[in-house]
């Protein structure tokens, strides 16, 4: 059934083509816009079952031609690497009827094609050399719900360059050159849910007060996805997209971000220069689920309450921040101490961290953590950390460091009585050092009160004996004795 319609619609496509081709092209070109008529230089439907391996010197793309779920046949045109020049289009183009997708990423077009197709849904113009968006450019796509125009030259988005595309929910603009945005140039994409603006120069933009996305550049707070990586930012302030809920903003110069819309549940500051992560760092961001903080260059610490107020966290990676070495005790604020609150961090990713130990009172905030990943961490299996070992229904990937004797042994093979302390040893040397002293000074004074009382009696004797001869010993010695007596 389906290749019926199929070979239908070829036979269809077929036929249009070979009309459209009985006409000379030069007259056909101002096409009033009510007649349908195909007119695509993409496809080939002559050959519709071509040889794979007969590309060569084929200008016509790969199209493709299936059934959807209604059963309307759906074209999806792939020319990628095509060598499409500018030079290639004409007027404008339109696209076989059904068209829903068409690729035209790593060819050298320079500007923007006229595209003609009702149904087209995707379109991507990714890796070209496109240096402007002119304005309405896809005026005659207005059914794209995702443009692809990541790696060109773009230096500046109009007002209108988006015009007509309401329908639009994906829009990459990442890898250009924009330092530029003109007032309400996403105010057209009414359902935008997700933009991507990653590695261009936005950092001297946005750091004017007035640059504000949502409320200057038009962007709907439906958006739901935001990625502006790689921007140089120094600040940015989202507070108005209440719908946010994935926030990118990694590699950028951003210190501190106190304007994050509350719904937020996923962060990502990886590769920023925060030194530490002061209390209190993000407030507000009660929905906050995953953070982010991977290959932080110059990370130290989490401070006390530096995590307190996330209350859904449940994904924390900081992996690859090789100068972090120290998590404060109460990370997550006293009252997890206390057990007056929970925490519900599931998943916690140190590796590659410097993290050498973990204080027992992260035990009370780790009452539901599954995985610690400590792998590559300089960890030390000592007395310290027999709590981590101990704690039931968590699963703990790293290797020990020290001691010598736990040494590459994984952390999870090491019996928890194996951790144990130097310190403790010490300990105990004391204490048998201290009773051996005490048990020695004993001994001596023992000795010496018998060495004493073994002498004594001579003295006492030969005092006697003095005592005798000595006038002063009948006045001294005579009243004992007749007492005793
Ligand atoms: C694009 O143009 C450059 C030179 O400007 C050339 O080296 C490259 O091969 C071209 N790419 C394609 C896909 O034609
Ligand atoms: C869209 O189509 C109209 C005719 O219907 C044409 O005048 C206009 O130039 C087209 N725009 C683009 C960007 O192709
Ligand atoms: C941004 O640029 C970096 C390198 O400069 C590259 O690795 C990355 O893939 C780019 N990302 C995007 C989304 O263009
Ligand atoms: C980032 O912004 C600073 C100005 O604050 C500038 O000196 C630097 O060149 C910018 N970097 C990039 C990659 O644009
Ligand atoms: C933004 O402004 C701050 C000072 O307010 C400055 O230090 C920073 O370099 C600026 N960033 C850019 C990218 O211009
Ligand atoms: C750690 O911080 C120092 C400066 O404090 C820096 O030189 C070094 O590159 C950082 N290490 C990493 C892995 O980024
Ligand atoms: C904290 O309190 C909960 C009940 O509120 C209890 O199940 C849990 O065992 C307590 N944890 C500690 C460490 O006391
Ligand atoms: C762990 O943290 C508590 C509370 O801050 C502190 O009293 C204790 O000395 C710490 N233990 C170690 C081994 O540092």
Redesign the pocket.
């Known amino acids: 059934m389906k290749r019926i319609i199929v070979l239908l619609f070829g036979l269809f496509v077929y036929v249009q083509v070979l009309r459209a081709q009985e006409e000379d092209p030069a007259t056909t070109e101002p096409v009033p816009p009510d007649v349908r008529v195909v007119i695509s230089h993409l496809c080939h439907f002559k050959k519709p079952l071509q040889d794979p391996t007969d590309l060569d010197g084929d200008q016509y793309c790969d199209c493709d031609v299936h059934n959807s779920a209604t059963g309307l046949p759906e074209v999806q045109i792939d020319c990628r690497r095509h060598r499409l020049g500018d030079d290639f289009w004409q007027d404008y183009e339109q696209l076989p009827q059904g068209t829903i997708r068409l690729d035209l990423s790593l060819n050298n077009l320079t500007v923007v094609p006229r595209l003609r197709g009702e149904n087209l849904r995707y379109l991507n113009l990714g890796h070209n050399q496109i240096t402007t968006v002119p304005d309405k450019a896809f005026a005659n796509v207005s059914q794209l719900e995702e443009l692809d125009l990541s790696s060109n030259l773009i230096a500046t988005l109009t007002t209108d360059a988006l015009g007509g595309l309401s329908k639009l929910r994906k829009l990459d603009l990442s890898g250009n050159r924009i330092g530029q945005i003109e007032v309400n140039a996403f105010s057209n994409a009414l359902q935008l849910r997700h933009l991507i603006l990653s590695n261009n120069?936005l950092?001297?933009f946005f750091?004017r007060t007035e640059a504000d996305l949502y409320l200057r550049l038009g962007v709907t707070n439906r958006l739901e996805v935001l990625e502006m990586q790689r921007c140089?930012l120094?600040d940015i302030n989202l507070a108005s997209g209440v719908g946010l809920e994935r926030a990118l903003l990694g590699y950028n110069?951003i210190q501190q971000l106190t304007k994050l819309p509350k719904q937020l549940a996923h962060l990502d500051l990886s590769g920023t220069p925060i030194r530490s992560i002061p209390a209190k760092f993000l407030p507000h961001l009660l929905h906050l689920e995953s953070l982010i903080l991977q290959d932080m260059p110059i990370l130290y610490t989490l401070e006390e309450y530096a995590l307190y107020g996330l209350p859904r966290l449940s994904i924390l990676n900081l992996q690859g921040s090789r100068n972090l070495s120290s998590i404060h005790p109460h990370v997550f604020g006293q009252n997890v101490v206390r057990n007056e609150t929970d925490t519900e961090l599931k998943r916690l990713i140190l590796k590659g961290t410097n993290i050498r130990t973990l204080n027992a009172t992260l035990k009370f905030a780790f009452e539901n953590l599954r995985l610690l990943d400590i792998r590559g961490a300089p960890l030390r299996c000592d007395c310290q950390l027999r709590w981590l070992r101990e704690l039931p229904n968590l699963m703990t990937l790293g290797i020990c460091v020290k001691p010598n004797a736990l040494r590459e042994k994984r952390f999870g093979m090491v019996e928890p009585h194996q951790f144990q302390c130097r310190a403790e040893q010490f300990w105990i040397y004391t204490v048998f050092n201290v009773l051996l002293a005490i048990l020695l000074i004993v001994l001596v004074s023992i000795g010496i009160f018998l060495i004493v009382r073994a002498i004594r009696p001579k003295p006492h004797v030969q005092m006697r004996m003095v005592g005798a001869n000595s006038p002063y010993a009948r006045v001294t010695i005579e009243p004992n004795r007749a007492e005793v007596l």
Do not use: E, K, L, Y
Request: glycine share 14%.
């Open positions: 120069s950092g001297a750091n140089n120094t110069r």
